[in-house]
């Protein structure tokens, strides 16, 4: 009896102990499923190796393979999250729903370390968006733009610096040329509204400096287009700069917190709303350039400090009406230091400039064949000197109110219309003193004018099998002289092969006049537009899908350039003649620059990723009252640039850039004597600044624990301490015609860190 009830007790237990186990091991097995995925560039779907994707519960990582994938074996049913890391990519944090089956997920990380949206538009061309029909273009991606920018300045104007056929030797200043033309020759746009007025400088200073607005943590994508591209605005007659900002996430708040030792931005952005329909961006800048220069620069006499802000709302009405605002404003102020102005107190001691741009538009896309964008915008800029007395010697403001609208009409196969118009109303006030010592500038101005500009334009895109062809035009007037003008080009894209493409363009492009050249006291309101014709012709191969080359040779005679008259000391038969302070503003040059530009470019998200450019062009002017032929102020034979990134790690990763430049004229009538001594000549542009050439490297490191990432970068510009040279306004003797001081030293070697907080 007892040993029965011994047996039955056992048994007993053990089917306690089968229902108590079994179960258990049923229900683990239930409760936990496999997560794989693909990890890629947002842009351009291209897979990631390397990146570490981390599970939170339970704690586990894994790197991605060569083809971008990962997998978890055992994750819990449920709710999961998932983190992203990759050096030059945002940190990504993913909500995930695990369900019992399992789940497959596709994690897009966009380029640069600031918080962008994840809900991307994807290119499929690693090389960004590629405008039919143009044959010199190049684009930046963000993460491109931070590395390029520079530490010290943080300037998306001088990373387009490095790119193929742009040349800058002035590290003072963000302005580029290209092939020949001038920054004021520049189409310089932001998300489609006019950016002119978006710099950071003090005006009427030849001597200072310029940095743009806007941080590159905010933007997506600049492009460079030079040639003869598609004019959807009329802002100048040289190449086309297209700034374009990033949303905010439609998932998740997140934070940015960047430090260095010229300055401090924080960036927020995040979903507006409960919904996905929305979000909202802001980023604050703070810069103390002014003390940095005073620091590492034996002059820096024109040194000025910064802020800014840029604010960025989009919000989807419904699956065909979509809206967006945007706000950004900067000032810039430069304080000389009293102890300077005690014995020259009427000498520039304080000076302000404010910068700004809001923006309202309205995308509408009544049907899958019509997109219609509408755009209203305010953007100006103001700015107030004054000496050390603190007596006004400049204040002025100049703005730029408008709406435009753009259509884009697909009516069938191969064929693509686009169209536009625009109406704006230009206002310009400025007030400035005859002479202020210890400034140069001669010529005071008083005027305050108004103006109304209306233009459009239209092109379509037709293609035949591997061959599109795009006719377009866009016709302008500007009140302020009455004139008309029309712009016609013609774009050729053969796609000889799936590796070649043969492009040829040619366009009439046209730039007005300022107000100062017309209704300031040099002013001459009988000027016309200048224009410009150009001829390209290029050829791109692809090695592969991550490596490119181009080849590109180009013409642009120019017609009716404005200038003025008698500016320079010059010598006339081996007299000594001063500028005029009364001649006018003339369309009295015309010219030519002619060239061409090489490039091999190799866009990677693993190992190595950059390119080389050459750049050979040669600009001539020639003054048409005078007869006098002379080297364009902008003329440089050669421009080499050299940009590479190599990724050690998911961690880190190096990149280094090179620019060397033959360099430009010294502007006016400068000879250089065999004793190294500058004279007043009777050849104007006769003169080079000595050649630049400027290495820069950089390391990205990046610490991860929990949900936030750390990167610290270490910069050093200037790494071979090579001594540039760039011009600034001599001291002229009069009796003996010497000229003192023409060139004025740059940037020694200059080393930076800093750090970078996502959370």
Known sequence: MTHHRFVVSISVSVALLSVIVCPSRMLAQGTTAAISGVVLDARTRQPLAGAVVELRNPPQSVATDAEGRFRFETVPVGSSELLVSLVGYAFAKYAVEVPAKGAKVTIPLTEGTAAYNETVSVTGDVFGVREIGVAGQQSLGSAELRQLSGMTLDDPLRAVQALSGANASDDFYGELAVRGNGF????????????????????????G?????????????????????????????????DFTSSEGSRERTRYNLTASGTSAEVTADGPLGASTRGSWLVSARRSYLD????????????????????????????EHHQIQASLLV?????????????????NLGRATHVGWMATAAWRHTPSPKVVLTHRMFMTGESYDNANGLNEQVATGRATDYGYRMDLIYAPGTGRVFEAGWSVERLGARQQNAFQVPGWHILGGEDFDSHAQKVGAYGQLHWAVGPLTVTPGARVDRVGLTGDWTASPWLQVDWKASADLTVVFNAGLHHQFPEFAQ??????????????????????????NATTRWQVTVFDREERDVVDLPDQYYRRIDGVLQPPSAMSRYANRLEGSSRGFELMLQRKSPDALSGWIAYAFEHTRDTDRVTGETFDGDFDQRHTLSLFGRYRLSDRMSVNARWRFGSNRPIAGYVDREPTGEFFVGGARNATRVPAYSRLDARVDRTYRWGSRRLTLFAEVANLLNRENFRQVPPSIDTRSGQAFGPLGSMFPIVPSIGATLEF
């Open 184 to 207: 004021r020759q520049l189409t310089y746009t932001l998300d489609g509204v006019p950016a002119r007025f978006l710099v950071h400088t003090i005006k009427f200073v030849e001597d």
């Open 209 to 241: 400096g310029s940095v743009t607005m806007i941080n590159s943590d905010v933007l997506s994508q600049v492009s460079l287009l030079r040639g003869a591209y598609s004019q959807r605005f009329d802002q100048g007659v040289g190449a086309a700069l």
């Open 291 to 318: 003390q940095f220069l005073k620091r590492v620069l034996s002059d820096a006499s024109q040194a000025f400090g910064f802020t800014d802000l840029f604010s960025k709302v989009v919000y989807d009405l419904s």
């Open 330 to 346: 900067g000032r810039s102020l430069f304080e000389k230091d009293p102890e300077q102005l005690r014995n020259s107190p009427r």
């Open 518 to 543: 017309i209704v300031g006291r040099r002013g001459d309101a009988g000027l016309h537009p200048e224009r410009a014709s150009n001829v390209d012709a290029g050829v791109e191969g692809r090695f």
